[in-house]
């Protein structure tokens, strides 16, 4: 019996250093999954806020059409009071695109506004990289796109013709 627990010596410490790395890259990807999972709810929250304020501040007359000036103004303040530090890293991209007229009033049109943020996350995780990161994947950060359309509130001027 001791001659075959001699040449079992080791078996475990083998296996284990075959199996550990694996085992550790498996642990690092579902864990930095969830970091990313949570930078994009961020992503998609400071979307829809960003667009919210767009909408609500973006035409300043009855019927006018919206002022992208305004909105990336009032947009720059809130981010950086949301972010701090980091709002310098975070893009915002304004689109102002009209969907269609009111047959009453001829003057006043539908318009949306989107906004694109893109919301760079740095990755945690030793080997996660090289698969979940963007271009260029030497850097660990993986860029996060999220879009929110919204109507853009207006009021009628009294004086539109019908």
């Known amino acids: 019996m001791r001659i075959f627990r001699r040449e079992r010596e080791g078996q475990v410490t083998v296996e284990l250093m075959l199996i550990l790395p694996v085992?550790?890259?498996?642990?690092?990807?579902?864990?930095?999954?969830?970091?990313?999972a949570y930078h994009t709810i961020?992503?998609?929250?400071?979307?829809?806020e960003f667009a919210r304020i767009a909408a609500l501040v973006g035409v300043n007359k009855p019927s006018g059409r919206?002022?992208?000036?305004?909105?990336?103004?009032?947009?720059e303040i809130a981010k950086q009071k949301v972010f701090g530090a980091d709002a310098q890293r975070i893009s915002v991209a304004i689109k102002v695109?009209?969907?269609?007229?009111?047959?009453m009033y001829s003057r006043h049109k539908h318009e949306d506004v989107i906004?694109?943020?893109?919301?760079?996350?740095q990755l945690a995780f030793p080997g996660t990289s090289w698969l979940?990161?963007?271009e260029p994947k030497k850097q660990g950060i993986r860029?996060?796109?999220?879009?929110?359309?919204?109507?853009?509130e207006k009021t009628y001027a009294s004086s539109d013709p019908k």
Not at 97 to 103: A, C, K, L, S, Y
Not at 115 to 121: D, L
Not at 143 to 152: D, F, G, W
């Open 23 to 36: 085992l550790m890259l498996m642990i690092f990807f579902i864990l930095e999954y969830g970091n990313i």
């Open 97 to 103: 695109q009209t969907t269609g007229t009111d047959p």
């Open 132 to 134: 979940l990161a963007s």
């Open 143 to 152: 860029k996060i796109k999220a879009t929110t359309r919204m109507p853009v």
């Open 66 to 75: 919206p002022n992208t000036g305004t909105m990336r103004n009032k947009i």
């Open 115 to 121: 906004v694109t943020v893109t919301y760079p996350v």
């Open 42 to 48: 961020i992503a998609n929250h400071a979307s829809y």
